[in-house]
């Protein structure tokens, strides 16, 4: 959630760092901070709120340094205020430390520092890390040790195992202006290589001009970095040595283009994105191409999905897709809650992780006990299967599982995820069509005719996406100002479409900060009938199949409460009882929900923009949620 950028070299670091946190800016934050080290001492610039105030504080007044720190931060402990923002400092003012995570048990460790007379300024869980390290530095001072890189190293080192949760952390220290310290524990940590210099950072836009050579570090491990190189250690001390990759994928920086918003020109590019994904996978001599081993799929009795948010309207909508195209019985698990609840471990199952950023804490951490949990197991039914689906397969995700399925959307940089939701559906149709594939003359499985049927018209996605995104585009903006007032909101949907009238209520929620709650059509019966009056609109997601008349009942009873209804429906006889249309073209009820949200995602983004909220980065929100 928290950006995090580091930088030793020959050049000055401020403009760098500041850079690297622009490149950041899209996680989502509320202040921002840069710390800078020379021989003069040690200089710490923070603002409260955007990235420009920081640069204008920097422009002010300078920060020099060919070594510093910068983050952005996005409030856990304390308030949104500039004293609780990072960089935090010592006692001394000489050490600073940025930290992306949560120590869990910094209460009795600030309790145990303020008994020894330690003073602090902040509410944050970060500042007890400085002031620790500043003891242990202090500490080894008393026995003749010199300041050095390699003290600071071990001060650190000292430090991290009574720092109990999850971390991200660089260190610098004004005595020794040539030295970075970097630890990382569950929270992502990049170090790029560059000429003669090193940039850290907690996700790989803020690598965008610097270096396509990086070393991601591994869980538990501390790197000094100074200009002379790297040294790298393990959870146990233990000098470690690894050769470091590529980044891959299509350079990672962000251009609005002509847009207003990221998010309106995200939306823009689906069509692109069903394109891009169709070249690779749904090639015109096979059913469905995979770039997966044939050991994901032999064997499968069961399939269990891990995810959170929009991942996991996604993966509903996937399961509804495994079970019906592929009879493969399928559940989806809220990622942060199935740690604490993990259903019975059964054989020959599959687990799939999705997670756009492929760094959500609560998805990586659920994998990771599962894993654990059955391995050790004598019967190999239960070996753990593991798959990952994501938009950044360099990612956390993608070293922890043995399987990544790339979504391929390229990057996404509003906080409200559109594109790659879209790319996540495709996904698991390719996946739901692979199965089915293998599986044909089991009961339920459509025959192979029908699953060519279903790829051909996949393949026309693209073209019905254009002018589906180009014509709600105008629509849903002449629409907007009907909801100026409006303060709840239904959607209701059925079979295939519930998960997307979820995906509807969210993406309101998320970025005009109206109350807006999906549900089942058949369930408005069951208590939510009661909210609906004149100032409540209902929008309705109808699709000729089976679902079709049983959905335009319940829009009926919704009508019949003087509620607004409007309809994602095609243009019929039928959609007539709608009092506001967002028409769809003819599409089958399987695949409409690659059509269906589009309106969705641009109804939500005309709202919120003809109230003049700030679309990409909305309040309270993180793109990539990295604490639990």
């Known amino acids: ?35 800078t080290v020379d021989p003069d001492g040690l200089h710490c610039l923070k603002a409260e709120g955007k990235l420009v105030n920081l640069i204008a504080r920097f422009e002010a007044e300078g920060a020099p340094g060919h ?47 303020q008994a020894e007379g330690v003073r602090f300024l902040s509410d944050t869980d970060t500042e007890v890390i400085p002031h620790l390290v500043a003891r242990r530095l202090a500490h080894q001072e008393t026995l003749g040790a010199k300041p050095s890189p390699a003290l600071l190293l071990q001060a650190v080192r000292e430090v991290l195992p009574g720092l109990h949760g999850a971390y991200a952390l660089a260190v610098v220290w004004s005595r020794v202006p040539g030295a970075l310290v970097v630890a990382r524990r569950q929270a992502p940590l990049l170090i790029g290589l560059g000429e003669g210099e090193f940039l850290c950072a907690s996700d790989t836009p803020a690598l965008a001009g610097f270096t396509r050579t990086i070393l991601p570090m591994e869980d538990g491990e501390v790197a000094l970095l100074t200009p002379l190189g790297i040294e790298l250690y393990n959870a146990s001390g233990e000098r470690v040595q690894r050769t470091p990759s590529l980044l891959t994928g299509t350079e990672h920086m962000a251009d609005k283009r002509s847009f207003r918003h990221f998010m309106l020109k995200e939306i823009h590019e689906q069509p692109e994105t069903a394109a891009l994904w169709v070249a690779r996978h749904l090639p015109e001599d096979a059913l469905v191409a995979l770039p997966l081993d044939e050991s994901v799929y032999a064997g499968v009795e069961n399939i269990q999905i891990l995810a959170c948010g929009t991942s996991r309207h ?90 990544v399925l790339d979504i391929g959307a390229g990057i996404e940089v509003g906080v409200a995820a559109t594109k790659t939701f879209l790319g996540q559906l495709l996904a698991f149709y390719g996946l739901a069509l692979a199965f089915a594939e293998r599986r044909q003359g089991q009961p339920g499985v459509p025959d192979l005719a029908s699953l060519r049927r279903l790829s051909s018209q996949l393949r026309g996605l693209p073209a019905v996406l254009r002018e589906l995104v180009e014509d709600h585009d105008a629509r849903c903006a002449e629409l907007a100002h009907l909801f100026a007032e409006t303060r709840d909101v239904i959607f209701l949907g059925r079979g295939i479409n519930y998960p997307i009238a979820m995906e509807g209520a969210l993406k309101l929620k998320e970025i005009s900060y109206i109350h807006a709650e999906g549900y089942p059509a058949g369930e408005m019966k069951h208590g939510p009938i009661a909210l609906l009056d004149s100032r409540v609109p209902v929008v309705s997601i109808a699709v000729p199949g089976m679902v079709f008349d049983k959905v335009l009942s319940n829009a009926q009873e919704a009508k019949a409460r003087d509620a607004q209804l409007v309809g994602v429906a095609p243009a019929c006889p039928d959609s007539e009882l709608f009092d506001l249309l967002l028409p769809l073209p003819p599409v089958e009820e399987l695949l409409s929900p690659l059509l269906t949200v589009i309106p969705m995602q641009l109804l939500s983004y005309h709202i919120a923009a003809h109230r003049g909220l700030d679309v990409d980065q909305p309040r309270n929100l993180a793109k990539s949620v990295t604490v639990e």
Request: proline share 8%; charged share 20%; hydrophobic share 35%.
């Open 1 to 35: 959630m928290c950006g995090i950028v580091a930088l030793i070299g020959s050049r000055e670091a401020g403009p760098q760092l500041l850079e690297g946190l622009r490149q950041l800016e899209y996680r989502g934050y509320d202040s921002a901070g840069i710390a």
């Open 67 to 113: 070594c510093g720190i910068g983050h952005t931060r996005w409030a856990t402990h304390g308030k949104p205020e500039e004293r609780n923002a990072h960089p935090h400092l010592d006692g001394s003012g000489q050490l600073a430390v940025v930290q992306n995570g949560i120590i869990e048990n910094h209460r009795p460790l600030r309790e145990g520092l």
């Open 314 to 403: 996604a993966s509903q909508v996937g399961a509804h897709l495994l079970e019906q195209l592929a009879g493969v019985p399928t559940n989806v698990f809220y990622a942060s809650e199935f740690r604490y609840a993990p259903p019975p471990l059964r054989p020959h199952t599959l687990t799939i992780g999705v997670t756009q950023s492929g760094e959500t804490a609560d998805t990586l951490a659920a994998l990771a006990m599962e894993r654990e949990r059955s391995q050790g197991l004598a019967d190999p039914a239960f070996a753990p299967r593991l798959l990952g689906i994501t938009n950044r397969p360099e990612s956390s995700l993608g070293r922890l599982v043995p399987h």
